[in-house]
């Protein structure tokens, strides 16, 4: 579960398999008309993509049809090379507000979940391994019997990435999880998101309006825009960690994606 930093050396993103591909998806609102349309996006293993765009585009709709919350009107999703039709036991969700159970402890809330029907089946010593791990990973060992008014809006967001964790997610989907924080607890979990995807070999679908934090955490950003929504742009993120050492080349990425974001505003 804990395992080593990805060599440099290993081969890279952009050489690994989709866990994700989705092709020509459409969706529409029952008499609200047409939220997106024409989206073809992957997911490569241990990829953190960012989808971008202002509100209203439909980029919070994409991520849910994505995940299998919803069904598109027109195209496919695969994910791990078979039709998705349905949230896979594989994936995990991480939402802007943390959704914690209050009347669960910590350990209880990060391992709620595990045993439904459709997630593969654990002893209770490995389910127990994987909630301790998990909560090692996101930094609240010692607070597993802390419920959740006891924590922090920081240390509950940390709880929620812990509990998508410990379902050993091959693509964990997050729909703004951080705008909800203060500026130094948000830049925190971004790091934090960086390092335990890089430790755990999963990838990301990062849904946000906030270009820094795409810039920031990012692999790849995926620009969408206008009404109905289409991919506009992408960007592959070669800037090396940490990128805010390299605040030249943050300031012109940040300047074309502004200039296309424009240009994409309906």
């Known amino acids: ?19 994700l591909d989705a092709r020509g998806l459409s969706f529409a609102h029952a008499g609200a008309g047409c939220v997106f349309d024409g989206i ?120 929620a990435l812990a509990r998508a964790l410990a379902r050993e997610p091959e693509l964990l989907f997050a729909d703004e999880p951080f705008s909800a924080l203060d500026a130094i607890t948000r830049a925190e979990m971004q790091a934090l998101l960086v390092d335990v995807v890089h430790r755990w070999h999963s990838a990301v679908l990062l849904v946000t309006h906030d270009i820094d934090e795409a810039i920031l955490v990012a692999d790849r950003i995926v620009l969408m825009g206008g009404r109905p929504g289409h991919l506009v742009q992408e960007w592959a993120v070669d800037i090396p960690r940490d990128r805010e050492d390299h605040p030249d080349a943050v300031a012109a990425l940040r300047l074309a994606i502004l200039a296309a974001l424009r240009h994409a505003s309906p």
């Open 1 to 19: 579960m804990n395992a080593p930093l990805v060599d440099a050396a290993l081969t890279g993103v952009q050489a690994a398999e989709p866990v």
């Open 40 to 159: 073809s996006l992957s997911v490569r293993r241990r990829e953190i993509v960012a989808l971008l765009g202002s509100s209203g585009c439909g980029k919070s709709t994409l991520l849910r049809v994505l995940a299998g919350l919803e069904r598109p009107a027109t195209g496919e999703v695969r994910f791990l090379d078979q039709p998705l039709t349905r949230p896979h036991p594989r994936s995990a969700l991480v939402f802007q507000q943390p959704s914690l159970l209050p009347w669960l402890r910590l350990a209880d809330n990060v391992g709620f979940g595990l045993d439904f029907a459709h997630q593969p089946r654990a002893g209770k010593a490995a389910r127990a391994a994987r909630v301790a791990a998990a909560i090692e990973a996101v930094g609240l060992s010692g607070r597993e019997g802390a419920y959740p008014a006891q924590l922090s809006g920081g240390m509950a967001q940390r709880a």
